[in-house]
């Protein structure tokens, strides 16, 4: 079966970067488009990051555009989130997910990680 699976998260001070990992198992995943998406206690989920199959196009949400950088290896069937200038505002558990369509919309995903939690500090 399709597996997602995150890592890379902790807890940092503001200021600091961490970066996600996100390993897949169980589809092409050269076939896949893959976000990153957010939710924090109390928030609806949002949308972060989407990268398309073959890695050429990016989006980005205005929150964290020029401090995020989403990336993937098709060989090692992983997308990465490189966090920088991180602020408080950006603690939340961060999920990837894979979908057959380059897009920001989280319906449109159809396979889901268990997510990583991200704290940062002030």
């Known amino acids: 079966q399709v597996q997602l699976v995150e890592s890379g998260g902790g807890l940092v001070q503001a200021g600091g970067s961490l970066r996600l990992s996100c390993a897949a198992s169980?589809?092409?995943?050269?076939?896949?488009?893959m976000g990153w998406f957010r939710q924090a206690p109390g928030k609806e989920r949002e949308f972060v990051a989407a990268?398309?199959?073959?890695?050429?196009?990016?989006s980005y949400a205005d929150s964290v555009k020029g401090r995020f950088t989403i990336s993937r290896d098709n060989a090692k069937n992983t997308v990465y989130l490189q966090m920088n200038s991180l602020k408080p505002e950006d603690t939340a558990v961060y999920y990837c997910?894979?979908?057959?369509?380059?897009?920001?919309?989280?319906?449109?995903?159809?396979?889901w990680g268990q997510g990583t939690q991200v704290t940062v500090s002030s």
């Open positions: 169980g589809l092409t995943f050269r076939d896949y488009a």
């Open positions: 990268i398309n199959w073959g890695g050429g196009s990016t």
């Open positions: 997910a894979a979908s057959r369509v380059y897009t920001i919309t989280g319906e449109m995903y159809l396979y």
